[in-house]
């Protein structure tokens, strides 16, 4: 298993604890209520996504009997991924409390930098799952 992909499933359970941990507080406490788009975020964005991302560069390939198009560009997908949820939610968390312009400008760019990652994948694995267009 590639260490990317590794690290995508390992980030996965680690998002899967924190909203865990985060949805207990939010029942034990009207206050933590502000966290619902953290919590809900970890679980999609974190657990179930980056799982996906994991098993899906590990298990499409090999499927289609293929190599991955892009290792490198799963890397980057990881870090991407990984940056944009943390500074967003991390954004998202400070603005409750402080409100600020500067943070939901970061939450936005955060945000950008989610969806960069996902295309990513899009982009990746359509690579490696379509057959090569052949020339006439």
Same mark, same amino acid.
């Given at each position: ?13 680690? @998002? ?19 966290? #619902? ?15 996906? @991302? ?7 390939? #090999? ?24 500074? /967003? ?7 409750? @409390? ?8 970061? /939450? ?16 990746? /694995? ?11």
């Amino acid at each position: 298993m590639d260490t990317f992909v590794r690290r995508f499933i390992i980030m996965s359970i680690v @998002y899967l604890g924190a909203a865990a941990i985060i949805g207990i507080a939010m029942l034990g406490s009207e206050k933590a209520m502000a966290l #619902k788009f953290v919590h809900s975020h970890l679980n999609m964005l974190g657990w179930v996504s980056m799982m996906i @991302y994991g098993v899906g560069y590990h298990i499409l390939p #090999k499927f289609m009997g293929r190599h991955m198009h892009s290792k490198k560009l799963g890397e980057v997908q990881f870090w991407m991924a990984n940056i944009g949820l943390v500074a /967003m939610l991390a954004a998202y968390t400070v603005n409750l @409390y402080n409100p600020s312009a500067v943070l939901v400008t970061a /939450m936005v760019l955060a945000g950008v930098l989610e969806f960069v990652s996902i295309f990513l994948f899009f982009y990746n /694995m359509l690579k490696t799952l379509m057959p090569p267009v052949q020339q006439p």
